[in-house]
């Protein structure tokens, strides 16, 4: 059974970086796509970005311009550099794991604060 363990949330003041790392264990094979999606207080999950074994990606909307995902195929770990934070970037961030886009495995989730 595949195994998604996050690190690197924390608290940051607004205009800060954080790091975001996301190891696969478990799996027996290549995962083919690697992503993040988000979830603030009161509001629904939303896609931060993914990024597929073969190098395709996509960026949620609010985030284009300021996060970067990166991959590192043969350990199963996916990265999330994230720039120029706002108070908005506050959320539980979540990896996740999938044949196609759609998430086939979560990851616990790690805590992103962005406050002054």
């Known amino acids: 059974q595949v195994q998604l363990v996050e690190s690197g949330g924390g608290l940051v003041q607004p205009g800060g970086s954080l790091r975001l790392s996301c190891a696969a264990s478990?799996?027996?094979?290549?995962?083919?796509?690697m992503g993040w999606y988000r979830q603030a207080p009161g509001k629904e999950r939303e896609l931060v970005a993914y990024?597929?074994?073969?190098?395709?990606?996509k960026y949620g909307d609010s985030v284009k311009g300021r996060f970067t995902i990166s991959r590192d195929n043969a350990k199963n770990t996916v990265f999330l550099q994230m720039n120029s934070l706002k108070l908005d970037d506050t959320a539980v961030y979540y990896c996740?794991?999938?044949?196609?886009?759609?998430?086939?495995?979560w990851g616990q989730g790690t805590q992103v604060t962005v406050s002054s």
């Open positions: 996740y794991r999938g044949l196609t886009a759609t998430p086939d495995s």
């Open positions: 478990g799996s027996g094979f290549s995962i083919n796509v």
């Open positions: 990024k597929t074994r073969v190098g395709s990606l």
